[in-house]
């Protein structure tokens, strides 16, 4: 009728686009009674096979080339719910991220660029990049005229620095965030990471955008659970990691 399964590890939510036919729960062992012989459960679920969902998309117009964009992008959606009275804040996922992209977006309002920025806030990533994948699929702008694009997710530490996903990939673009960082002194490490398709930037960099994908190091190590809460993170890379993502924005060509 269902599975439980007990364990000694960090639970972790997840969300899905499909129902499993059986309830499977994971329990931690220090919650579960030793000697329990009968469990019962009681579920109440609906898969929403139709739910629609929006991606949100800004630019600010280059003063001098329009037709060459330079893209940030976040993913607004996290895990919701479970039953009534349980919430996930998703605090760094991905809270953190929309807030980065929205202060850049306050600064390069008032400071335009030569080419134009593009701000794109995804859906749907927890389910697998679906807001993403649509976009580079039914993409609104010319792909080929982005000359880099930034996803932002999981940036609201940083006390360790920073990993660039795909920093392996484009050495050029990676040196140029590592010479500004050591120039202005603005956070521990750069440190980079070879291809994964883990965020937004995937869907896009298999489509020839060169892509970075961002996130701070160091502070707690909230993911998916009941823990991903604003007090909870540290916020002590993110003056740093604005100031170098203007100046990197600035320096492509």
Known sequence: KAVIEITSEKLTHGIASVANPIPWFRVKADAFPANAKNVKIQVDNRLLAKHE??????????TKYPDSMFVFTAHYDHLGTMGRNVFFPGAN??????????????????H???????????????????????????PLIDLKAVKFLVNLDMVGNGSEG????????FHEWYSTLVYINDAQQLLAT??????????????FYRKGVPSF???????ISAYHDLDDTPENLSFKGFEGLMLLLTEFARRID
């Open 112 to 138: 335009p660029l030569p080419y134009t920025l593009v701000f794109m806030a995804f859906s749907g990533e927890e389910l697998g990049l679906l807001g993403s994948s649509y976009f580079a699929d039914n």
């Open 162 to 169: 920073i990993t660039v996903v795909n920093g392996g990939v």
């Open 53 to 62: 969902t929006r991606n949100v998309v800004a630019t600010i117009l280059g």
């Open 213 to 219: 994908f961002i996130y701070t190091m160091g502070g």
């Open 190 to 203: 750069v440190k980079k990471r070879g291809e994964a398709c883990n965020s937004d930037h995937c869907p």
């Open 93 to 110: 996922d991905n809270a953190s991220g929309v807030s980065m992209m929205l202060t850049l977006a306050r600064y390069f309002k008032d």
